[in-house]
């Protein structure tokens, strides 16, 4: 099983290019999520998706777009890098709410804006 | 508001030593999760805990979900080297279907 993979791995942008970060998972779960992760910052919640066709604002939504392509795919945008977006993405899924919770973690996304 | 205050930010322990590390709220969850990180790693679900008072072990790990269901605890038990990396809290909140946040995390440093 592949689990959550994200793509791409590494990414370099100019201020004020677009890209988009992507997500997929295999497990049939029905929430996913993109954090970023900053030093001394933990990881902060950009946007989730509780289930296929919802999408809902985190804690740190401004400077970004999120689509919940089908079940499995859950991509997050940036129209415009800013370098305060440099940082680590992370996607995750769980099957749901309750003892379904238990997230699952892709390998991560560096992205530097310069 | 949502924010889960996660402490100590660091430790640096001896080899063989105890840990504990605390996450606090004022909101109230439904769940609480423990995970480890490894540098250049996501990180990986260490506990799950899911019912005020419930404590859970696995191996020298111990995890206990607050009974007023706003904080949780993580003791490592007679640590090693290979303990080393970022520990962070997580906590599905009450009554926000799925929205699930994170602590800040306690980088743990072991001496051999």
């Known amino acids: 099983n592949a689990g959550v993979t994200q793509t791409p791995k590494f990414q370099v942008l100019k201020t004020g290019q677009s890209m988009t970060l992507q997500c997929a998972q295999d497990m049939n779960h029905n929430s996913m999520y993109w954090y970023r992760q900053d030093p001394g910052m933990g990881l902060r919640l950009i946007y989730y998706?509780?289930?296929?066709?919802?999408?809902d604002k985190g804690e740190v939504p401004n400077g970004y777009n999120v689509s919940r392509l089908n079940k499995r795919e859950f991509s997050l945008r940036l129209e415009s890098a800013a370098p305060s977006q440099t940082s680590v993405y992370f996607c995750a899924s769980t099957r749901g709410t309750g003892r379904n919770t238990e997230a699952f973690f892709g390998q991560g996304t560096r992205l530097t804006v310069v | 508001g949502q924010q889960l205050n996660q402490s100590p930010q660091s430790m640096f322990i001896q080899e063989g030593e105890d840990v504990s590390m605390n996450c606090t709220s004022s909101?109230?969850?439904?769940?609480w999760l423990w995970y480890k990180q490894d540098p250049g790693e996501g990180p990986v679900l260490l506990i799950a805990l899911y019912k005020a008072g419930e404590l859970t072990s696995n191996g020298r790990l111990t995890a206990q979900f607050g009974i007023t269901r706003k904080d949780s605890f993580l003791n490592i038990s007679a640590s090693i080297p290979s303990d080393v990396g970022i520990y962070f809290c997580a906590g599905q909140l009450h009554n926000q279907g799925g929205k699930l946040i994170f602590g800040q995390g306690t980088e743990l440093s072991v001496k051999p």
């Open positions: 998706s509780a289930s296929e066709g919802t999408t």
């Open positions: 909101s109230i969850f439904n769940t």
